[in-house]
């Protein structure tokens, strides 16, 4: 199976710039063999913007709609983060389209991150899964993929793949160094980890987008420019498989 993931500066509010700078990357990606492309977090309108609020879409939202028909015509599917409008609240969230422009999954994330996160948007409360290509994927956004019970929660419901659209900034460059290839290993899954580069209002991001493979393998990875990343997930080889999960012990803490 062939994924990609675009890294790009931010649209930083303006939507139907976003749009447009991800019709093209669908496109590429499709022509690619790509079966789907992962975009940051929060793309549109941007993840920093002093108005995602008032700029929050809802699912009938035209400019999906564009991007479902981008879908269509490149045969690729496509992960986008996005603020939602949707009763009542703006969450934080994630929708996958499929190759046929269909709305297959909508993911609302768990983990806000810091005090401007948890002001502006509600949290999430639930696992989203579904079938790609035959593999089982799931959505995660950003500080969600850093906690393990999550990971190791889908990865007991059969999930192989997460898509991650993310917006990392500086100075955590240990989650791109370290953290998401460390989670890949640690459970026996794939991620594709689609980052923001370049600033945004008073955040520089770390670049550093990368899909890594079931055995912490990076199989792919930016640097800190706008990159297309397309890359093969290799299957999962039982003897590489780590064994954490069978072999834990707990230890009963003392009284």
């Not at 945004?200 to 393998?217: F, N, Q, R, W």
């Amino acid at each position: 199976m062939r994924i990609a993931l675009w890294q790009g500066p931010s649209p930083a509010g303006n939507v139907a710039a976003g749009v447009a700078a991800l019709v093209p990357m669908i496109r590429a990606a499709g022509a690619a063999g790509a079966s789907v492309l992962v975009a940051p977090e929060v793309w549109l309108p941007g993840y920093n913007h002093g108005q995602v609020a008032q700029k929050a879409l809802a699912a009938t939202a035209p400019a999906l709609d564009e991007l479902a028909a981008a879908c269509r015509a490149a045969g690729c599917g496509l992960v986008l983060g996005y603020a939602e409008a949707a009763d009542g609240a703006v969450w934080n969230s994630a929708v996958f389209l499929d190759a046929a422009g269909a709305r297959v999954a909508n993911y609302r994330k768990i983990q806000l991150y810091g005090p401007r996160e948890r002001a502006l948007y509600r949290a999430g409360d639930a696992y989203v899964t579904f079938d790609l290509d035959g593999r089982r994927a799931a959505l995660l956004i950003c500080y969600d993929i850093e906690f393990a019970p999550h990971v190791a929660a889908l990865a007991a419901q059969g999930v192989d793949l997460i898509l991650v659209p993310t917006a990392n900034m500086a100075p955590f460059t240990h989650v791109v160094r370290a953290t998401v290839p460390a989670m890949a290993a640690n459970y026996g899954l794939s991620i594709a980890y689609a980052n923001y580069c370049g600033s945004e209002g008073d955040l520089t991001y770390v670049g550093g987008s990368l899909i890594a493979g079931p055995h912490g393998e990076v199989l792919a990875q930016a640097g800190d420019h706008p990159a297309l990343l397309v890359a093969d997930l290799p299957p999962r080889d039982p003897a590489r498989l780590s064994t954490q999960l069978q072999d834990f012990r707990k230890v009963q803490d003392a009284p």
